[in-house]
């Protein structure tokens, strides 16, 4: 069926390629526009991670537009949290105890060609790179766009546009200055921002550590991570705070301190790094920060992806989520009867509440990432919820799986049961009250029995 509708879409990202894909799908009259040149064709600038952790959510979207099996050839599985103590041994903590769920590292690049390529073989469609958004008019649904090399500017009319413009939206700045104070908008940066460095394949050509797994050296208050990637290479993110500490970005000027850093703080991942002074001067170092905002809509205008809620890397569901915004976006259509201006209002209001809920445990997770991960309390309750998920695959999801692995369920719904599970586990584990004489179906149903008060707020704690 021909939809008549004209959807702009502005900023060829991750989220902005799959939405094009999707509305083309549906029969939409889709025209994609991008400032950047073709990522297919040139390098990718750097400053933007250069692989990501995709999971269930991120999957589904790929799933709705047919590319689940062609995505997986870009796929390294990772099974768990590969946990490096400045001492001992590192220490695989997995990510579920069900067999088959697992995360994946994917190209950033390599995800966003596959996106295009697919969109191209649409003859109706039309990509636009190297042409910049410099105005939008909301109500009437047209855009200014600049060509790179040169000044002159034109326009493109649309029935609606769509804009996947990232964190830092033209759309969403033109959203607020039209609706003023009617428009809530807040960003908040961390004091920690982040630069990749790189372990490189060995002389042998292999790894030069465990592939299937997401390596952290937690550290308090800075923490290093490793993605694998498909040429054999790990890219590494450094987490630091721009000031305060012994060591932090401002003062890690010269050579010789950031070797005395590395090698007191991570000294077996700095013998994998050859190439790092060279790499820590060339490499950008970039901020870390969450964008929320509301409404979503106005006009005949939409914001979805970073454009409309930006969050932390720390739970790798920043394009998951971009990407489930495309689903979402699907069922507010069909549940509307492709009556658009009714899904734009239908999708932003529905999704909101998820955004905001991912965007706080992102926010969390970095707290945990970087020191509670290495606390015995943590391994603990990691091993009681592995060995529960194991025994009961069906019964018991813990907050990671619910997040990553159950795309069925809201991340609002996902986030506040996988909380409650959490604070009673550990406040268990504290006060000793899983006692040793208990079979684990008890302890199962001890936790699910209390969890289930926490979550509904009918108990106030005190175990
Ligand atoms: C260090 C780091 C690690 C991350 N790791 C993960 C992870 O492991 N898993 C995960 O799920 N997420 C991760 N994310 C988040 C993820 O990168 C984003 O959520 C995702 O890229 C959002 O996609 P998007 O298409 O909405 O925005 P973007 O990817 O930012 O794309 C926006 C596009 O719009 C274009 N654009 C911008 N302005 C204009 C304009 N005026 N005119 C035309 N085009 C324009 C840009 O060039 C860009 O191509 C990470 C982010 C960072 C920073």
Redesign the pocket.
């Known amino acids: 069926m021909t939809k008549k509708e004209h959807i702009l879409i ?7 390629s799959l939405l094009a894909l999707q509305l083309t799908q549906l029969g939409y009259q889709v025209t994609l ?4 040149p073709d990522l297919r064709k040139a390098k990718l600038a750097a400053g ?2 250069i692989n ?3 999971s269930n959510r ?1 999957l589904k979207g790929l799933k709705l537009v047919g590319l689940e099996k062609e995505v997986e050839s870009l796929c390294i599985p990772m099974y768990g949290r590969m946990l490096h103590n400045v001492e001992g041994e590192p220490q695989l903590s997995k990510y579920s105890g069900r067999e088959g769920e697992y995360i994946n590292s994917i190209s ?1 690049t390599g995800l966003n060609a596959l996106l295009l390529d697919k969109l191209e073989t649409y003859p109706g469609v039309e990509i636009q790179f190297e ?3 410099t105005d939008v008019n909301l109500k009437q649904a047209n855009a200014s766009f600049k060509s790179a090399g040169s000044d002159s500017e034109y326009t493109l009319q649309a029935d609606y546009i769509i804009g ?7 759309v969403r700045q033109q959203m607020e200055k039209e609706k003023g104070f009617l428009f809530s908008h807040s960003q908040d940066f961390l004091t920690h921002g ?1 630069k990749e460095l790189t372990f490189p394949a060995t002389k042998t050509r292999d790894y030069a550590t465990e592939k299937g797994a997401l390596h952290i050296w937690p550290r308090g208050e800075n923490m290093l991570i490793a993605l694998p990637n498909m040429d054999k290479s790990f890219t590494v ?1 450094l987490f630091l705070a721009y000031e305060g500490g012994t060591y932090n970005f401002n003062n890690l000027t010269s050579e010789a301190i950031v070797e005395e850093y590395f090698k007191e703080v991570y000294p077996d991942a700095y013998k994998l790094m050859p190439d790092l002074k060279t790499e820590f001067f060339e490499n950008p170092t ?1 901020p ?1 920060g969450t964008i929320r905002c509301s409404p979503w809509t106005y006009g005949k205008t939409l914001l ?4 409309s809620h ?2 932390v ?1 720390f739970y ?7 990407f489930e915004d495309v689903v979402e976006f699907d069922k507010a259509l069909k549940e509307t009867d492709f009556d658009v201006d009714a899904a734009l209002k239908r999708f932003s209001e529905h999704r909101k509440p998820d955004a905001d809920a991912i965007a706080d445990l992102a926010l969390d997770n970095f707290h945990e990432m970087k020191s509670h991960t290495a606390e015995e309390v943590f391994l603990a309750k990691r091993k009681l919820e592995l060995d529960f998920e194991k025994e009961f695959p069906k019964d018991y999801h813990s907050k990671y799986s619910l997040v990553t692995f159950r795309e069925d369920l809201p991340y609002s719904k996902a986030i506040s049961q996988g909380r409650a599970q959490d604070l009673v586990i550990q406040e268990m584990l504290r006060k000793n009250i899983l006692k040793p004489e208990m079979n684990l179906q008890e302890k199962l149903n001890l936790v699910r029995e209390v969890s289930k008060k926490a979550e509904e707020n009918e108990l106030i704690f005190d175990l």
């Open positions: 502005i900023g060829a990202g991750l989220c902005g526009t991008e400032k950047r933007r991670s990501l952790a995709l991120g950033r042409v910049t958004c996947t413009d990232g964190a830092g939206s033209i982040y993110t970039a870390l979805m992806g970073d454009a930006a969050i890397p790798g569901q920043g394009m998951n989520a971009s």
